[in-house]
Each structure stands twice: as structure tokens, then as C-alpha cells.
């Protein structure tokens, strides 16, 4: 395999293309400057979402896991095996063939597949799930396109209960507009108090919310800090991803 050929896959341009940073043990056979890259602070919620799960020698799946990062990152820090799930072909092709060049494929099972969550999920019984920005994509990426916003809430929330017989944690984000498109708001007014309200309520009986991590700057750099009453309130000037919650979640089921 060369690089030429990772290169090609990663720049590939889609909906979702070029939305994370290349994992570290891939920089030493890529490099990073032939890349389009649009990060999305993976580093430092990678720092914050370590420093509360069990991961050593644990099973992951990573749903909707793009291109990879944190899947390859929790391989380097010591998780056993990954189920890599990814409706886009690129990536899929990008994240098992960069496996290989690693000498991981024994650690990594890629479906390349939108997950439907009515379906049987019994390949996902893991010790920890990735599903990060995936659920407000319900009825674009995946699922019928013709449901309404409080419909696809409802299938947010069946989704999650669904996952709870599965996984043990969950490592969960979503998004404040509905496909991502901003006329189509999944809260009145787009705060995160809506959002935790909502996964809070929707989840009691199946999850227990162990931490709620919150973006906030420290000078030149963001830090996810444990939510409080003041990184509460929505900041604009972080934009909108930046205002999503990274809930950390334990099933009761």
C-alpha cells in the first residue's frame, strides 16, 4: 500500500469529507500536508473522553466513525478491537486499508453501512461506543426522509435506548439543527440546557449520565471541562460544534 493511494481516499470530497485529523500512528505514512483537513477539535475531546472510561483491552465500535481518528487512537492506547461502522465507501476503504498499513487488521472489522437501528445490533455488543454527531443526520444520511423534526427526535432517543442493551458506556454527541441545516432547529432555542434536558429525560431508563464534557477556551486553545452553571450558557463565539455536549453514559440495562 503507499501513500499515494491513503491520500486519494482520505481527500476523497463528500458530504462528510476531510472532518478529522489523521491518527497518530498513521502521520509517520502520510503526510499530513497532502491533506485537506477540517478539524474538529478530535484531540481534545479524545483527552477529555479518555480520563473517563475503563478502555484498556476494552471492545469499541465507533459509529459513523469517518475517517477513523478515534478509532486508531484508542487502538494506540491499549483498546483490544474495534467495530468500525461507516456508510461512506471512502472512508470505510480509507480506515481498512490504513489497518493494514499498520498491521492492525486482526483489530479492526470495517461495515461499510448507514446503521439502522431497528436493525439487529448484536455485532455492536461492546465495551464502549463511539457515536458522535451521527443521530441528528436521522432522515438525511440514514432513515426515512420524510419524517417530521419530532419524529426524528423520537428516533434519537429509540436509538439510544436501543444502544443501552449493548454497550456498557457510550460516548455520545448531537448536533443542535436537524441534517445539520440550520432552518431546521431540533431545539426552540438551539441551547445546550435543551439539549441535556432532552438526552437527560429521554435516556432515564436506560442510560445513567456519568459526565457532561463542555468546550470552553483557555487563552489559544479549547479545553472540554466538567459541565457547571456557567459553561452552561450557549457561546456563539465557539459556533456550533463547539456548544455540543460530549455525554458520557453507563447503561442500566
Sequence with gaps: MNDSRLIQLYNKISKHSNYQVLASPLRKHVP????ETRSRFEQERLDYVLGKVPYQNCTLSDIGGNTGFFSFEFIVQGARSVTF???NKE???????????????EKFIVDNRYLK????????????????????????DYGDPSQSIESAKQNVLNSL??????TKYLIFQLGFNWKGDIL???FADGTKRELIEFVREGT???????NIGIAESAGD????????????????SLGEFLNRPIFIMESKL
Design 32 to 35: 499530513v500536508e497532502k491533506l
Design 85 to 87: 461502522i461507516e456508510g
Design 91 to 105: 472512508h470505510s476503504v480509507f480506515v481498512q486499508e490504513a489497518a493494514a498499513v499498520l498491521g492492525w487488521q
Design 117 to 140: 437501528f431497528t436493525d439487529d445490533l448484536s455485532t455492536l455488543d461492546v465495551d464502549i461506543c463511539l457515536l458522535l454527531n451521527v443521530l441528528h443526520h436521522v432522515g438525511d
Design 161 to 166: 435506548s436501543a444502544l443501552a442493551k449493548r
Design 184 to 186: 431546521l432547529p431540533l
Design 204 to 210: 432515564k431508563d436506560s442510560w445513567v449520565i456519568r
Design 221 to 236: 486553545k479549547i479545553i472540554y471541562n466538567e459541565l457547571d452553571s456557567k459553561n452552561i450558557e450557549r457561546r456563539d
